[in-house]
């Protein structure tokens, strides 16, 4: 009896399964790369129904541990009972903690394992080449070859090196594409830039950083997902849920939670690195077509 009252609850799952497969004919493994514990968020809808939903596998190499961010630390001061807002004791301490923020945010995505590169996160510049000068970027290179020779990625999410943002965050992309390019070509992941846009602006105008031609992306092939999707009873839920969550594990990072979203839409862009070549277009369509098409 036990036996036939099992076995239409075996083909239901085996029938979701199924249907959660059919999506893609492969399991898509990617690659993200950072710069400062928090900067995941950016990617964390996406990040969400690769892992949970098309079976997927995501890892994250991160450049920094995030202790320039003591500036931040007030109300963290109050968790974490410790001055994280002094620097002396804010870089002490906060590279352990803001690690252990990132993978509390990572187990509610999915990230599968963690490559932390350890440069210091020494003060909020624009200066890509400061940072590059700062960084220990030859073992930086090594190990992120290294990284990617050993993970078969099928995609690179990298942050959209824009003029008017963070040092660290151009670096990280620098970083990273110099790496890729030590791979031959036909085993190398494909690249996206991400960014946010929100509402109806239509967010940064880019084609390349000045000087670094490997960051060019390519005119008018940008990937979205918005996370206002809706889904669930009544269609009450949407996917700014996943990245409150994320967004609320990093308790060290008062501004964080700033950016928290309720109804407002949330689109996450991936721009088409030109580096990638045009015969990773289809497979970048099909995957994003899975993205935006999968629900729980």
Request: hydrophobic share 40%; charged share 25%; glycine share 8%.
């Amino acid at each position: 009896m036990k036996k036939l009252f099992l076995l239409p609850i075996l083909i239901l799952i085996s029938t979701l399964t199924l249907a959660q497969d059919s999506l893609l004919s492969y399991q898509p493994k990617v690659l993200l790369v950072t710069a400062h514990p928090d900067d995941d968020a950016l990617f964390s809808a996406t990040v969400f129904k690769t892992t949970k939903l098309l079976n997927g596998k995501v890892d994250l190499a991160l450049m920094t541990n995030g202790e320039g961010g003591y500036t931040y630390s007030t109300l963290g001061n109050y968790i974490y009972n410790k001055e994280l807002d002094k620097e002396e004791i804010g870089r002490q301490y906060l590279p352990g903690i803001r690690k252990q923020e990132l993978m509390a945010g990572g187990e509610i995505v999915g990230i599968r394992n963690y490559f932390f590169l350890d440069q210091p996160d020494f003060y909020y510049t624009e200066d890509v080449e400061e940072t590059l000068d700062k960084w220990n970027k030859d073992w930086v290179h090594e190990r992120m070859v290294q990284i990617l020779e050993e993970g078969n990625y099928d995609f690179m999410f990298l942050m959209l090196p824009f003029e008017n943002f963070h040092g660290h965050h151009k670096a990280s992309a620098v970083l990273a594409l110099r790496a890729m390019k030590e791979l031959p070509k036909e085993e190398r992941p494909i690249v996206l830039q991400g960014f946010i846009r929100r509402g109806d602006d239509p967010g940064v105008s880019f084609t390349e950083m000045e000087g670094y031609p490997d960051t060019k992306v390519m005119k008018g092939e940008i990937f979205e997902f918005d996370r206002s999707q809706t889904f669930g009873a009544n269609d009450r839920l949407n996917y700014n849920i996943i990245s409150n969550w994320v967004i609320a594990e990093h308790k060290s990072q008062g501004t964080m939670q700033l950016l928290m979203q309720t109804g407002e839409k949330v689109v996450e862009q991936y721009w088409y690195n030109e580096i990638n070549g045009t015969n990773g277009l289809e497979k970048a369509a099909e995957f994003f077509e899975a993205v935006n098409a999968v629900q729980p």
